[in-house]
């Protein structure tokens, strides 16, 4: 359940371990170099599985680039990867690649942990360009997306036809939303479902046009007037029973609210496929684009990189190893193997050939907004998520927003 609510990550005390370590001096410092070893090298990598399917292939892709080169991989799939990665930082005995989290890059760059090796890629300009400006830090690309996931609609298509709703009422807009939810709630059909996070309410925010920071994420702009809209239309559906946390209906996440029968639609990202084929193989369903807002279409990317440590001494071989890693046939062998989806442009047409029903999903990548690369505010947005749980009853949008602004203004100015 890694990519449901919050793509898995970090621990909270994990990154204050890291940041206490720094601190201490015990760390890191940007400009500190580490003795490079040539030859083949003992490749020491950490990864944050989504379970066996991928342990299994990326453990078989490190083989074979072993294998092809003459170094020697070791793939040690973590139990709690924030946890392990800030016990090994601590100890000043990091692994030399690791999954990095998106929501947690900025964590790690802010303090040198992470060596800066996205100028040393050819052709890195081929991977998505949303995914390249989340990993990038003061203007440098540090790391290379390995794969990404975006939301969508899931729509259940015999509880479409229930409400005697056909393709022509799938909604692209907001207002097409509202009328179809509408009809569908006077059918005794409940209509959507949607987390009460940021990672999914925040879709609505960038459709119309809004988020919570500036481009370069060094100005909070959470008291938006856009923002402010956004949360009072999703209010709106909240309140007129158009729309329902998971909750509400007696589920964990959307997917499985979704999955149950419970909702007609729900709006998540790719890896329900694989939640809906397991748990839920006799629910028919759709994917199509999240509806467009005013400002137009939006969706909200999930992704991470592979991570190459500042104290590695085989950084040219952990390299080499993103590069075959991340090579389009790779990332193409991954997305059959474990559900994720290419973070290269030049794979997505392939990748549409073997998975045509994905469209939606691998499209919002030229429209998707990555979270906030912001270091030390995990305590302002666990805060502001636990605050868009009210939007049910009577909490105020504009409050809500309003606290966000002061906090992450504090955040930001360090």
Same mark, same amino acid.
């Given at each position: 359940?890694?990519?449901?609510?919050?793509?898995?990550?970090?621990?909270?005390?994990?990154?204050?371990?890291?940041?206490?370590?720094?601190?201490?001096?015990?760390?890191?410092?940007?400009?500190?170099?580490?003795?490079?070893? =040539?030859?083949?090298?003992?490749?020491?990598?950490?990864?944050?599985?989504?379970?066996?399917?991928?342990?299994?292939?990326?453990?078989?892709?490190?083989?074979?680039?072993?294998?092809?080169?003459?170094?020697?991989?070791?793939?040690?799939?973590?139990?709690?990867?924030?946890?392990?990665?800030?016990?090994?930082?601590?100890?000043?005995?990091?692994?030399?690649?690791?999954?990095?989290?998106?929501?947690?890059?900025?964590?790690?760059?802010?303090?040198?942990?992470?060596?800066?090796?996205?100028?040393?890629?050819?052709?890195?300009?081929?991977?998505?360009?949303?995914?390249?400006?989340?990993?990038?830090?003061?203007?440098?690309?540090?790391?290379?997306?390995?794969?990404?996931?975006?939301?969508?609609?899931?729509?259940?298509?015999?509880?479409?036809?229930?409400?005697?709703?056909?393709?022509?009422?799938?909604?692209?807009?907001?207002?097409?939303?509202? !009328?179809?939810?509408?009809?569908?709630?006077?059918?005794?059909?409940?209509?959507?479902?949607?987390?009460?996070?940021?990672?999914?309410?925040?879709?609505?925010?960038?459709?119309?046009?809004?988020?919570?920071?500036?481009?370069?994420?060094?100005?909070? !702009?959470?008291?938006?007037?856009?923002?402010?809209?956004?949360?009072?239309?999703?209010?709106?559906?909240?309140?007129?029973?158009?729309?329902?946390?998971?909750?509400?209906?007696?589920?964990?996440?959307?997917?499985?609210?979704?999955?149950?029968?419970? !909702?007609?639609?729900?709006?998540?990202?790719?890896?329900?496929?694989?939640?809906?084929?397991?748990?839920?193989?006799?629910?028919?369903?759709?994917?199509?684009?999240?509806?467009?807002?005013?400002?137009?279409?939006?969706?909200?990317?999930?992704?991470?990189?592979?991570?190459?440590?500042?104290?590695?001494?085989?950084?040219?071989?952990?390299?080499?190893?993103?590069?075959?890693?991340?090579?389009?046939?790779?990332?193409?062998?991954?997305?059959?193997?474990?559900?994720?989806?290419?973070?290269?442009?030049?794979?997505?047409?392939?990748?549409?050939?073997?998975?045509?029903?994905?469209?939606?999903?691998?499209?919002?990548?030229?429209?998707?907004?990555?979270?906030?690369?912001?270091?030390?505010?995990?305590?302002?947005? =666990?805060?502001?998520?636990?605050?868009?749980?009210?939007?049910? !009853?009577?909490?105020?949008?504009?409050?809500?927003?309003?606290?966000?602004?002061?906090?992450?203004?504090?955040?930001?100015?360090?």
């Amino acid at each position: 359940m890694t990519r449901r609510l919050r793509r898995g990550g970090l621990a909270l005390a994990a990154v204050a371990l890291v940041l206490a370590s720094a601190a201490c001096g015990s760390g890191f410092n940007k400009n500190s170099s580490t003795t490079q070893k =040539a030859g083949p090298a003992n490749l020491q990598v950490l990864i944050g599985s989504s379970g066996q399917a991928e342990t299994d292939a990326v453990k078989q892709a490190a083989a074979a680039f072993a294998s092809s080169t003459g170094n020697t991989v070791t793939v040690n799939p973590a139990q709690d990867i924030g946890q392990q990665l800030g016990q090994a930082f601590a100890g000043g005995n990091p692994p030399d690649l690791f999954y990095v989290d998106a929501s947690r890059f900025a964590d790690y760059a802010s303090i040198g942990a992470l060596y800066p090796y996205g100028n040393k890629v050819p052709d890195a300009n081929d991977f998505y360009q949303s995914l390249r400006q989340t990993f990038t830090f003061q203007g440098q690309l540090y790391c290379i997306p390995k794969d990404f996931s975006t939301l969508a609609l899931e729509i259940n298509t015999d509880l479409w036809t229930k409400a005697k709703l056909t393709d022509a009422d799938i909604p692209t807009t907001w207002d097409q939303l509202v !009328t179809v939810s509408k009809k569908l709630k006077a059918a005794g059909v409940t209509p959507l479902a949607t987390a009460d996070t940021r990672d999914r309410l925040g879709a609505f925010v960038v459709e119309n046009g809004g988020w919570w920071a500036n481009k370069d994420d060094t100005q909070a !702009t959470a008291d938006s007037p856009q923002n402010l809209q956004a949360l009072q239309f999703v209010q709106m559906l909240l309140k007129q029973g158009l729309a329902v946390y998971p909750k509400q209906v007696d589920a964990g996440w959307g997917g499985e609210a979704f999955g149950k029968g419970k !909702t007609a639609m729900a709006m998540e990202g790719n890896w329900i496929r694989g939640a809906m084929q397991s748990d839920y193989p006799n629910i028919k369903y759709e994917v199509k684009p999240l509806p467009a807002g005013p400002a137009g279409q939006g969706t909200l990317s999930f992704t991470q990189c592979w991570g190459i440590s500042a104290k590695s001494k085989f950084k040219d071989q952990a390299v080499k190893f993103v590069e075959y890693m991340t090579a389009k046939a790779q990332q193409l062998t991954f997305a059959k193997a474990f559900g994720v989806m290419p973070s290269r442009q030049s794979a997505k047409a392939d990748y549409l050939a073997q998975f045509p029903d994905d469209a939606a999903f691998i499209d919002g990548a030229q429209y998707a907004q990555g979270p906030l690369t912001v270091a030390k505010v995990d305590s302002v947005l =666990a805060d502001f998520d636990s605050q868009l749980g009210s939007l049910t !009853t009577n909490g105020s949008p504009q409050a809500i927003l309003q606290k966000l602004q002061t906090n992450l203004s504090a955040a930001l100015k360090g």
